[in-house]
């Protein structure tokens, strides 16, 4: 029979030697999430399966409609909020999603590195409403949101777009994903 102190040191070396359960246990299984190896696939899904980020205020937006997302985020904004009177004073911004509240992360906590998160930043722009651009936009946000297009006039939205220039994405363990936004709005073409 071990003694206490004997014991205690057996116990001791199997935590120390045990290997790590995989930082996976807890997620669940999702059948369309790419891997954590296709970081664009990542990224361009975590955009295109949510609703909603974070543009310095929680803000709806579309990248475009369901199945079809572009990668490009566009906003319904109005001038009330200080984002969209922000942005035209000074157009660098960034926008932040995280895979958390699609529920695809299971009971893991939001900031585990394998519940994905993606920064996009460069510059927020107001669409020419003349534009080709505009109406896939209106298309984009009106088939997700479609209680946007009942907001009222005298607020004066506007859409805005995201024209992309850096991308920070956090899906796994060891850091950020390198990607440029060419890689990024290219993916799946």
Known sequence: ML???????????????????????????VADKPVPSEATATARWLAAQNTWGVLSNVVSYSDGVPGEGHGIPYFYLTTLDPTARDALQDQRTSFTLSEFPLGTCGKIDPENPTCAKLTLTGKLKLVDLQSSEADLAKSALFTKHPEMKDWPKNHHFKIFKLEIENIFLIDWFGGPKPMSPSQYLEFGR
């Not at 014991?7 to 997620?27: D, F, G, I, K």
Request: proline residues 19%.
């Open 3 to 29: 003694s206490p102190a004997r014991l205690a040191l057996a116990a001791a070396l199997l935590l120390v030697l045990r290997p790590p359960a995989p930082a996976s246990a807890a997620r669940p299984i």
